[in-house]
């Protein structure tokens, strides 16, 4: 039997007064053929039919046929402010007609006074920036930086982390979609995931979260009155965050040197689906890594620039202060930049010998990060993604119970992800047959969401954080009518 729709969404998509250009470019057919034949394949699209798209305006994208979309994956997680903001615009446009680029054997004003004011944001002792281009180039130099500090070689890392694809960084990338079948990964151990939905341990009190999992919590009754509680007591212990730690300390023992140069983690897994551990857990492995001469490495990429709402920085959101910071995407709301972020110490150690980048903290980058920081200030942006975030984390989270694949909401902030599994009690990953319909559904309704996880059955919801609560009600308006057109066609089978 041949299935036929007989869901028609009602969400209404918000108001938006502004017109795009009339696209003027190559016809579609002549994109494709250009993409096949120039564009090298590794560089995968999005969708059945990809999307050709024109002009962006705040959280808004416009295609080549003048179609208005609603962008929940802002770029990868890269689109901070809005696109096209038209503060960052108009600094970008007055820097561009003064000056480009000298390299940093010269001084000028645009470095100098980002390297004070993003430096500014960050408690002691992390008041030193080494800027570079993208984030697989800083997690590079955080790495290097550790080993040269520390004189020790090895570095953990989490399972499903996301670190970037440089031949250096994809050791601690532990996803298997990103690996390839080349040498990689020497001096890099992974350890457990503390994955609190989909790991062995887990409960309904674990994360820093507004929307907790359905797992039942092997805690001691009583200790989780309330979700601060693991932060003020030392008497009340989480369960999970304890497991997770014992295999933490047995990679420790059992597969690393008495002493390592550091360990990496990002507050919130990004490309792994938006996935958090429990509390305090980072807090006692940063503490393990420092007693075995390590340093403590916060990926930042995905979280940092006060996406996760409460804090600026999502290591902060952890009780922790690490030794190095590593920053990009939402740093430049697009512009190719990318920065670390460490102590005086630790910064000297690679000034033994020379590291040069032609590229990194050039003027018109500079001028552009400057502008970003004015627009999540002025703007509102942090107080915006912990208000409209718990909204939509909440809205969303009313999907589990009259959908059985909806397997868990999370995350913190305008940082989310939606688990699709084909049953709770199972989590089994929804198969990618049926993920994929929900997730055309939404983009032919006029959404665009982001996947992620180790078997890209995670939609990952990070859109620019200027996004309203208005666009909450139709986002998820068009996630339920997906949903329902998927329990129409699973019926009809």
């Known amino acids: 039997q041949k299935w036929k729709s007989s869901v028609s969404t ?38 059945k039919k990809p999307l050709l798209l024109h002009q962006g305006h705040m959280q808004w ?18 689109v901070s402010v809005g696109h096209c903001h038209p503060k960052v615009t108009m600094a970008t446009q007055k820097q ?22 993003l430096t500014s944001l960050f408690p002691d002792p992390l008041k030193v920036v080494y800027f570079t281009n993208s984030g697989s180039e800083a997690n590079d130099l955080a ?43 020497f001096g890099c ?41 693991l932060y003020l007591s030392t008497d009340c212990e989480c369960h999970a965050k304890d497991q997770y730690i014992e295999q933490f300390k047995d990679t420790l023992n059992t597969s690393v040197p008495k002493t390592v140069a550091g360990f990496i983690a990002e507050p919130i897994q990004g490309v792994n689906g938006a996935v958090q551990y429990p509390r305090n857990f980072l807090k006692e492995a940063y503490q393990l890594i420092r007693e075995r001469g390590g340093l403590c490495i916060s990926d930042e990429v995905q979280t940092g620039f006060g996406r996760t709402g409460s804090h600026f920085w999502g290591f902060q959101t952890h009780g922790v202060v690490p030794d190095i910071v590593t920053l990009a995407k939402g740093i430049g709301n697009g512009f190719p930049m990318a920065a670390v972020v460490t102590t005086k110490e630790i910064a000297s150690s690679l000034a033994q010998n020379l590291h040069f980048n032609t590229f990194g903290g050039n003027p018109l980058a500079c001028v552009v990060g400057a502008a970003v920081l004015d627009a999540i200030e002025e703007d509102g942006l942090q107080k915006n993604s912990e208000d409209v975030g718990t909204y939509m984390l909440l809205e969303l989270a009313k999907l589990r119970d009259p959908f059985e694949i909806v397997g868990d909401v999370r995350g913190k902030g305008l940082m989310i992800g939606v688990e699709m599994v084909t049953d709770k009690d199972s989590r089994r990953p929804l198969p990618a047959e049926e993920i994929n319909q929900i997730w055309e559904d939404c983009k032919d309704m006029g959404v665009l969401i982001g996947r992620g996880g180790l078997y890209s059955q995670t939609f990952r919801i990070k859109p620019p954080m200027c996004i309203t609560k208005r666009d909450v009600d139709f986002a998820v308006e068009v996630l339920h009518t997906a949903l329902q057109r998927h329990v129409a066609r699973a019926t009809a089978k």
Request: aromatic residues 12%.
């Open 189 to 229: 151990t992974t350890t457990m995931l503390p994955d609190v939905f989909r790991g062995p341990w887990g409960g309904s009190h674990c994360r820093d979260s507004p929307v907790q999992t359905v797992r039942k919590c092997s805690c001691t009754e009583g200790c989780h009155t309330n979700c601060s509680v």
């Open 10 to 47: 009602q969400a209404k998509m918000p108001p938006c007064n502004f017109v795009p250009e009339k696209y003027e470019s190559y016809p579609y057919e002549r994109i494709q053929k250009i993409r096949e034949q120039n564009i090298a394949p590794s560089l995968r699209t999005y969708y």
């Open 143 to 185: 790495m290097f930086m550790a080993r040269l500090h520390t004189r020790n070689f090895d570095i953990i890392c989490l399972r499903g982390g996301y670190h970037g694809g440089s031949p250096y960084t994809l050791g601690l990338t532990s996803l298997t979609p990103y690996k390839h079948g080349v040498a990689n990964g």
């Open 96 to 117: 561009l007609a003064r000056l480009w680029h000298t390299t940093n054997i010269y001084m000028y004003p645009a470095i100098h006074e980002y390297a004070e004011k």
């Open 61 to 78: 994208l416009f295609d080549h046929e003048g179609r208005r979309y609603l962008d929940l994956f802002a770029g990868i997680v890269t």
